[in-house]
């Protein structure tokens, strides 16, 4: 069975910057073959997706953070990843990495980012 495990959150200032990051684990030769995405999540709202990528590299990026973040992916080292930049206060949550497959998706445990002054 795939793990995610996501890492790179913290605190920042707004108009930082951080680097998430979500290996796959246990996932053989299968990882290029998934699509991904990062989702967010804070207390009283619903989770919400922020970027997603396909195992052809297409993307699709909420509208708040079109612009300011990139998803990518290394399939050599079972890697996703998402840039974040000019952070705001409301990018504040714990973020998710996710894996899809015409079956099943999988879920990380999360990582909290933190944006205040």
């Known amino acids: 069975q795939v793990q995610l495990v996501e890492s790179g959150g913290g605190s920042v200032q707004p108009g930082g910057s951080l680097r998430l990051s979500c290996v796959a684990l246990a996932s053989g030769s299968g990882f290029s073959t998934y699509g991904m995405g990062w989702y967010r999540q804070v207390p009283g709202k619903q989770r919400e997706l922020v970027a997603r990528?396909?195992?052809?590299?297409?993307?699709n990026y909420a509208d708040s953070v079109k612009g300011r973040f990139t998803i990518s992916r290394d399939n050599a080292k079972n890697m996703m990843y998402l840039q974040m930049n000019s952070l705001k206060p409301e990018d504040t949550a714990v973020y998710y990495c996710?894996?899809?497959?015409?079956?099943?998706?999988?879920w990380g445990k999360g990582t909290l980012v933190t944006v205040s002054s």
């Open positions: 990528i396909s195992s052809g590299g297409s993307t």
């Open positions: 996710n894996a899809y497959t015409i079956v099943v998706n999988y």
